[in-house]
Every structure is written in structure tokens, then in C-alpha cells.
């Protein structure tokens, strides 16, 4: 099984991450052009883990602040070469193929077979290191701690996006990716829920408690951008 994936990556190889960006507007462009979506509704890679093979191992992913932070799933119940239980952290593939598209760090939303996973690592020619981490929103302490991480990556030009990512891409990184357009891209608290709910491919029943998180959220004064920023890393919307 390592070998088909050692296999699979070498011929998957499409991009590796060798530029330095000069500025803020230059790394949202980069990425924006790169995966070719501009909304935060358009996906990049689908339910199968299919649509830019560049990036497979992920599924559902979507663009949350361009540049910055993706939100999606992982790919393990469809995976082609390495099928497994989908109560999954990302699949080795879709952890190196973040790294050589120039990803600084994935977090994964649960706790679920995390201790067995690859922690750091590097793209195919060993010039940039992604971290795998670990956080599962228990409170808001846990949330700033990813407020944190995307903030530091707005802030520096040549650090690379952040995927943050559960089993399917629907609720957990949905929810994170409500409170940073809240936080980052002046959503109401209305349509930030309006885009978890619609962005869940049709399973947004239940689930109270993230939807109370997303109604009753309000922006943090530490975290606050200029507009000029805003208007660069901010995607479209469908949702009025």
C-alpha cells in the first residue's frame, strides 16, 4: 500500500512551492489563479476527492479567505488507492500534497486516530514543512487559537495557507469557517449561518449546537483587520 502511494504522489506532482511573495495581494492572487475559484461557495476538490488532483486526499474544499485558510474534508472513505473508515485524519497523499502547494499547516477538528498520524511534513524537494495539528472547538480559547494561526498568516507575506478540515468538510470546518468570515469578512451572524447551513451539501438537520456557536459569535477586537486587507483575502458570496 505505501508503495502505490509513493506511486500515486510521484506522478501527482504538479506544483512545487519555491516562490516568495512580495506582498499580501500577490499570495491571494497566487492562490486564487492556482485553484481557480473565486466565491466561498465554489469547491476545489469534490465529495470523491476529485477536481484538482493536485490536491487530492482532501474533499469538499472550499476557499475561505484567499491565500489564507481553506476549510474541506478528508479524503478517506473514497480514496482511491488507500480506502479506509471515514472517522479519519488526512490520508499521507492529501498531507504531502498540501505541503507542495505550499500549505504551512492543516488542522484536523477532531480527536478521532489523530495520535497515529504524520505530524510535520515536507514537500517533494524538502523546501517547505507542513504542521498537522490538532484542534477540536471545544470553547472559545480553542477557536482563538485558530484566529491566532490565521492571523499570523495574514500578517506574513511568505507564509503559506492554512487547511482546516474534518471528515466530510460540512460542519465542523464549516462552523470555523462561519466565525472567520464573521471575524475577517464582516458576515452577521444571519449569514454566516446561511453559509454553514448551505454549505453542508444538504445536512444541515440538527446540529444546535454549532449553529447557536455561529448565532451567538461576535467579532474579537485582537483579531481586526483594515478594509484595504479585507477586500484583497475576502471572497464573493452567492448569499445575499
Request: hydrophobic fraction near 35%; charge should be positive; glycine fraction near 6%.
Amino acid at each position: 500500500m505505501t508503495k502505490l502511494i509513493i506511486i500515486y504522489l510521484f506522478f501527482n506532482i504538479s506544483f512545487l512551492f519555491a516562490v516568495n511573495y512580495s506582498t499580501l495581494e500577490n499570495k491571494a492572487n497566487h492562490y486564487k489563479n492556482k485553484f481557480k475559484v473565486n466565491c466561498v461557495e465554489d469547491k476545489i476538490t469534490d465529495n470523491f476527492g476529485n477536481g484538482f488532483e493536485s490536491l487530492y486526499g482532501t474533499r469538499n474544499m472550499r476557499p475561505i479567505l484567499h491565500g489564507i485558510a481553506y476549510r474541506g474534508g478528508a479524503n478517506n472513505y473514497y480514496h482511491k488507492i488507500n480506502k479506509r473508515d471515514n472517522k479519519n485524519p488526512l490520508p499521507i497523499d492529501g498531507l504531502i500534497n498540501l505541503s507542495n502547494l505550499g500549505f504551512s499547516e492543516s488542522v484536523y477538528l477532531y480527536s478521532v486516530n489523530f495520535d497515529n498520524s504524520m505530524k510535520d511534513v515536507y514537500n517533494i524537494d524538502s523546501t517547505n514543512l507542513l504542521y498537522y495539528s490538532q484542534n477540536s472547538l471545544n470553547n472559545l480559547n480553542e477557536i482563538k487559537e485558530i484566529f491566532k494561526k490565521v492571523k499570523i498568516i495574514i500578517d506574513s507575506v511568505n507564509k503559506g495557507p492554512i487547511y482546516l478540515h474534518c471528515w466530510n468538510g460540512w460542519h465542523q470546518s464549516g462552523m470555523i469557517a462561519a466565525l472567520l468570515l464573521i471575524q475577517f469578512c464582516d458576515y452577521t451572524n444571519t449569514k454566516a449561518l446561511k453559509y454553514w447551513e448551505l454549505n453542508t451539501d444538504g445536512a444541515s438537520s440538527g446540529y444546535e449546537k454549532i449553529k447557536k456557536i455561529i448565532k451567538e459569535f461576535k467579532p474579537i477586537n485582537e483579531f481586526k483587520i483594515d478594509q484595504n486587507t479585507k477586500e484583497l483575502i475576502c471572497p464573493c458570496s452567492k448569499i445575499e
